[in-house]
């Protein structure tokens, strides 16, 4: 039973225009959500986070929207650049002290030049 | 600083052998966690370590042991690898179960023939 899905495998997107990777958790006990972006041949590295308490959280050109009554978070990239090229992985945690991240399967970011 | 480091980064193993993968953090990190990533999955945690002298089960730890052996290091064993241990091994790191961003180490990837 996948809690939290990215049921994009991939997309493309032009440089420039606005990138949005989508995500789904089934988990009403998920209070806080990570965005991570992995490049081939390296580790994830943590990008950008949101708490249940709040909409919306915002650092440089990337936005996380959540929608808690949908259990729906995106990820805004705008503008799109070459270097944002990667897989995107969305996590969920319960809080109350629990260690453990839920992650999607990913989602592959092509931006074109 | 190194972050998080794992070792090997490469390693090919006969089905029945066994072998550690290595991990250690150089953040003065309490928790650490070991992944497994498949082609087309998310990550899975396989164990983690909330604080030094303690580890407890994740989604997929059948086939695997681990060992806190310090506050920075924390090893994986696989005691007879088989072939459906064929993934890519990443360790990470959190200052405390409460903090949720994990920084994670580039990778180790195993093939067992």
């Known amino acids: 039973d996948q809690q939290v899905k990215q049921n994009s495998p991939s997309l493309s997107v032009q440089e420039g225009r606005i990138s949005i990777l989508n995500c789904d958790y089934t988990?009403?006990?998920?209070?806080?959500f990570l965005w991570y972006k992995k490049y081939p041949a390296e580790g994830p590295t943590f990008l950008i986070s949101i708490s249940s308490i709040k909409d919306k959280n915002e650092d440089g050109r990337f936005t996380v929207f959540l929608n808690k009554s949908a259990k729906h978070l995106s990820l805004h990239i705008v503008p799109s650049q070459p270097g944002d090229s990667a897989v995107y992985f969305c996590?969920?945690?319960?809080?109350?002290?629990?260690?453990?991240?839920?992650f999607g399967k990913g989602t592959k970011l092509s931006v074109i030049p | 600083n190194a972050g998080v480091t794992q070792t090997p980064k490469f390693q090919v193993l006969k089905t029945g052998q066994s072998m550690t993968l290595q991990c250690a953090q150089d953040m003065n990190h309490n928790s650490m966690y070991w992944y497994r990533q498949d082609p087309g999955m998310g990550l899975r945690l396989i164990y983690y370590?909330?604080?030094?002298?303690?580890?407890d089960k994740g989604e997929v730890p059948n086939g695997y042991n681990v060992s806190r052996l310090n506050k920075r290091e924390f090893s994986l064993r696989l005691e007879s690898a088989a072939p459906s241990q064929t993934s890519v091994y990443f360790c990470?790191?959190?200052?405390?179960?409460?903090?949720?961003?994990?920084?994670f180490g580039p990778g180790t990837r195993l093939t067992v023939t």
């Open positions: 990470a790191s959190t200052l405390s179960g409460i903090n949720y961003e994990q920084y």
């Open positions: 988990n009403s006990m998920f209070d806080y």
């Open positions: 370590s909330a604080s030094e002298g303690t580890t």
């Open positions: 996590a969920a945690n319960s809080g109350a002290g629990s260690y453990q991240l839920t």
